[in-house]
């Protein structure tokens, strides 16, 4: 096979770089393994492993530093057949810590290459996430503070199936590569090597020296038996083949009469739990059902069954503009919480309003009238408190009539639960005016 | 007639598919989340990928990479996610990367408050990447609007390789309304045009064109990419006569070319000496306040932005005519107001706003139009 190297762009690193040594020895890998460019794309990052891309005749992204694998990522779902290979440093797998964890525990079928010298060498050789406490680099005595992390052990805690660390001298490294190439997963080869331009200037560092320091370490070698498991991109492509379409949304035609020619305003006011967001979606359905524009807004705190519950709806005939509430056809007062958060509302209610109040739920006084109705001792939970509230308006023909409320009910639910809904909207009393 | 009742979000989703879309990455925060959710449920199904990325800068990320493998690319997040996204954004504004990112707009600053609106990234979305490029920011004012405006937003970035933003707002994210299917005005899908010219330079156009062709990487021919400074060849360059064409051309192809995609409603009142200029759902709230003081026996024009990225100055000043006055209605303290009192100099331009998680009322506006 023919060198993948581009003639006219020839490395350009420091006397003794070993990233010259890697470029190499990454092209005697493609050369072995028999690729033509078209079928790489070379990821790099910023700082010296950065320049990996311009040295290659492959497709080639070159982007921000540390973010190198997330675009790895979208070339390889959207192109599985592509070898795809990231050369990163250790300034780059510092910055983007997260984006390797995540490759580890993904298994996206990638090679990362950290090309792993200690130190950053384009800014003047600071410290990595990589550098060794005693040595001199550029960043004063920041370093001598912090412990330098292993990325073969990082990647292993994290899942990755395959994890070598090696010296960029290593007489077999093109093999080594290869491998991690032709590993169907997600593969890190960590390659210690030399900085000739800052690190090694202030701190000894010789072949022999990083080939022994490698040995002290436990080895990784390729394979980590208890990280092997599915490829993800094929794994995910299984997955989705299996999901189901999503049906078209539920479109109405509307087959009622409305029962106002103007705008209707609905505010329900409950607390989490009691399903008020559905009875909202309810309402306006039935809205639908009789030929009217609607809209839903909602107000909920982010807790799950604890806090107010709020939904602010709007019915007319024409175009609905402003979607808040500005002089409420119908106030719903199902919990203490919504009631709290909406307090001002009651004071702003004309005798044109009409409140619609739980037993047991205080409400601020105000001048609109009032109907209660005792939900519990007719026998219903919290839960249902907003729908039988909706069977409430049907009866007294407020907003809604009852086949709009049965429409919508058949349109939004199935089997027991329509029956259910429907049994507690007809079985609801509608309750009594209070005295004025 | 169908009637059908949906969130903006969801519309957006429907609106990407629709679109060509087939690729989404993004991670979740409140009020963008369901846009997640939507197009998880749809793409696998489709063949495409949908993907929970590790954090806003890997969603991102991972959409451009698709996206320099050809695909039509989505994320969505929210202000705190901008600002994560940022130095991808300047990479795809830069690199001429098509991406449709949606921004539901909160409260902020800052984290906020997930679950109350706003308008307050307007001036962020435009400027939050280095070196101050143009991007395009599309304003949606209702559920149709996002559907309609998330299919130009792809035209738009598949014609100009770009991002293009579609600028939400939590009032109309996750409020539900009734659309009529049917109805919705798409724009006919436009693809990204291929590069013609051989041999191959990524960043090289046809005569008298702004926009160089595309070629997928992973195609047969090699494609190059890159986040730095660069020529027509994808290389590194510091010749500042090339620097200079490359950014010129940048720039011209997005501003030179927004009287194309200058979407605006203009209601028009006869003898109106005042209009109310508004975008995003507060525009809604200002139709409504017009129509009170047209019936009141005020007439008052009306000016709705959909386009707010670039300024489309043109269509603002037909819209505007002679009229005297102009009343800014904004959902923070006043940000796109002052690109107004640029495009109108010597006009009285006055502005009503408010940031505190509850939506402009028409009456507010009436009052501002009549007493401000």
């Known amino acids: ?436 | 007639m169908a009637l059908t009742l949906m969130e903006g979000n969801e519309a957006i989703a429907r609106g990407a598919v629709a679109a060509g879309c087939r690729f989404f990455a993004g991670y979740p925060i409140t009020p963008a989340t369901t846009i997640l959710n939507h197009m998880l449920a749809m793409l696998p199904p489709l063949g495409g990928v949908c993907i929970q990325g590790e954090d806003e800068i890997a969603s991102i990320g991972l959409c451009l990479g698709a996206s320099m493998a050809g695909m039509k690319v989505l994320t969505a997040t929210s202000g705190p996610g901008i600002s994560l996204y940022s130095e991808q954004i300047s990479f795809a504004v830069g690199s001429e990367i098509p991406i449709v990112i949606v921004d539901i707009q909160r409260l902020g600053p800052s984290t906020g408050s997930a679950t109350r609106g706003a308008d307050g990234d307007v001036n962020f979305l435009r400027w939050g990447n280095s070196g101050g490029m143009p991007v395009i920011v599309l304003a949606p004012a209702d559920v149709a609007d996002c559907y309609t405006l998330t299919v130009h937003a792809f035209n738009l970035a598949e014609q100009y390789r770009c991002p293009v933003f579609v600028a939400s707002n939590k009032e109309i994210a996750m409020t539900r309304e009734t659309v009529e299917l049917e109805h919705l005005n798409a724009p006919p899908i436009i693809e990204r045009t291929p590069a013609a010219i051989r041999p191959h330079l990524p960043f090289q156009t046809a005569a008298g064109e702004q926009v160089p062709g595309f070629l997928p990487i992973g195609g047969q021919t090699l494609v190059r990419q890159t986040s730095s400074t660069h020529g027509p060849d994808g290389y590194i360059t510091t010749e500042p006569s090339e620097i200079a064409r490359m950014l010129d051309r940048m720039k011209q192809k997005v501003e030179g070319a927004v009287e194309r995609f200058s979407f605006v409603e203009h209601v028009p009142a006869e003898g109106a000496d005042t209009l109310i200029l508004a975008y995003g759902v507060t525009a809604r709230a200002a139709g409504a306040a017009a129509r009170m003081l047209v019936r009141q026996g005020r007439p008052v024009s009306l000016l709705v932005l959909k386009t707010l990225w670039p300024v489309p100055e043109a269509a603002i000043r037909r819209a505007v005519g002679d009229v005297k006055r102009v009343v800014v209605v904004e959902m923070n303290l006043g940000q796109y107001v002052h690109e107004i009192e640029r495009v109108l100099p010597g006009r009285v331009v006055s502005f009503c706003g408010r940031m505190d998680g509850k939506l402009i009322a028409p009456e507010t506006i009436l009052e501002a139009v009549t007493h401000g």
């Open chain 1, 1 to 436: 096979m023919d060198s993948l190297l581009n003639e006219a762009r020839p490395p350009v690193f420091c006397p003794g770089c070993s990233h010259e040594r890697i470029t190499h020895t990454l092209d005697k890998a493609f050369r072995q393994m028999g690729l033509t460019g078209e079928r790489i794309c070379m990821v790099s990052d910023i700082g010296c492993s950065g320049l990996f891309d311009t040295f290659f005749h492959t497709h080639a992204l070159h982007g921000l530093h540390g973010r190198a694998l997330t675009y790895a990522a979208g070339l390889k779902l959207a192109r599985p057949e592509l070898t795809v290979v990231v050369t990163m440093g250790d300034g780059g797998q510092g910055i983007g810590g997260a984006h390797l964890l995540a490759a580890c525990r993904r298994n996206l079928n990638l090679t990362l290459l950290v090309l792993n010298n200690f130190n950053f060498g384009m800014t003047g050789g600071q410290y990595s996430a990589t550098t060794p406490p005693g040595a001199a680099v550029g960043s004063g005595f920041l370093n001598q503070l912090e412990r330098p992390l292993d990325v073969c052990e990082v990647a292993k805690a994290a899942g990755a199936p395959y994890g070598v660390r090696c010296s960029a001298y290593r007489n077999d490294l093109p093999d080594v590569i290869q491998r991690a190439i032709e590993f169907k997963g997600f593969a890190v080869v960590d390659i210690w090597g030399i900085c000739p331009g800052r690190f090694s200037k202030r701190n000894r560092l010789t072949p022999k020296a990083i080939e022994e320091s490698v040995g002290r370490l436990a080895p990784a070698e390729g394979l980590i038996a208890a990280n092997q498991r599915r490829e993800f991109g094929e794994h995910y492509r299984e997955l989705a083949a299996a999901q189901r379409a999503v049906p078209p949304p539920l479109a109405v035609t509307p087959r009622f009469a409305p029962v106002s020619a103007v705008r209707q305003e609905v505010l329900l006011l409950g607390s989490a739990g009691q399903r008020i967001l559905t009875a909202g979606e309810l309402l306006c359905l039935a809205g639908l059902y009789a030929g009217l524009k609607a809209t839903q807004k909602n107000d909920y705190d982010i807790t799950v069954l604890r806090g107010p519950s709020i939904s602010e709806l709007v019915l007319s005939p024409e175009a609905i503009g402003y979607t808040g509430m500005s002089q409420p056809t119908v106030v719903v007062a199902l919990g203490p919480e919504g009631v709290a958060r909406r307090r001002k509302i009651f004071e702003t209610l004309t005798a044109a309003s009409v409140v619609i109040q739980a037993a047991g739920v205080e409400i601020p006084a105000g001048a609109a009238r009032i109907h209660r109705v005792d939900f519990k001792a007719q026998g219903f939970k919290p839960q249902d408190w907003a729908l039988a509230s909706l069977g409430v308006l049907a009866k007294l023909n407020v907003v809604i009539r009852p086949e709009m409320l049965e429409a919508a009910l058949a349109a939004r639910l199935k089997g027991e639960v329509l029956s259910g809904a429907l049994d507690t909207v007809r079985r609801v009393a509608p309750g009594d005016w209070a005295a004025a």
